[in-house]
């Protein structure tokens, strides 16, 4: 198990660009999954992205196409790029990792607030 903290939440304009970090306490070569959720207010939390130890990615239908999920086991750090935001993308972003596929999520970042203005 390992601790994460993200950062790079923010205000930004709509049509800006805005990069999230999610900086891991120990190494995530070994993480099968690692990604991101938001949750804005009055919703449900949603699955945004999230990436496999190969490096295989997958989005959300809402965000395919205008973000990108990265991740640097050197740096032990995931990243999530967002571009061309809409307000719509405004929410806390919460990092999580799960060791295996077989096993829940077993960390979760204290979360990042980006708020996307009009």
């Known amino acids: 198990q390992v601790q994460l903290v993200e950062s790079g939440g923010g205000l930004v304009q709509a049509g800006g660009s805005l990069r999230l970090s999610c900086v891991a306490s120990g190494s995530i070569a070994g993480l099968d999954d690692m990604g991101w959720y938001r949750q804005a207010p009055g919703q449900q939390r949603e699955l945004v992205a999230h990436?496999?130890?190969?490096?295989?990615?997958d989005y959300s239908a809402s965000v395919s196409g205008r973000f990108s999920i990265s991740r640097d086991n050197h740096k032990n750090t995931v990243y999530l790029q967002m571009s061309s935001l809409k307000p719509e993308d405004t929410a806390v972003y919460y990092c999580?990792?799960?060791?295996?596929?077989?096993?829940?999520?077993?960390?979760w970042g204290r979360g990042t607030q980006v708020i996307v203005f009009s």
């Open positions: 990436i496999a130890s190969n490096d295989f990615a």
């Open positions: 999580y990792a799960q060791s295996t596929y077989y096993s829940g999520i077993d960390s």
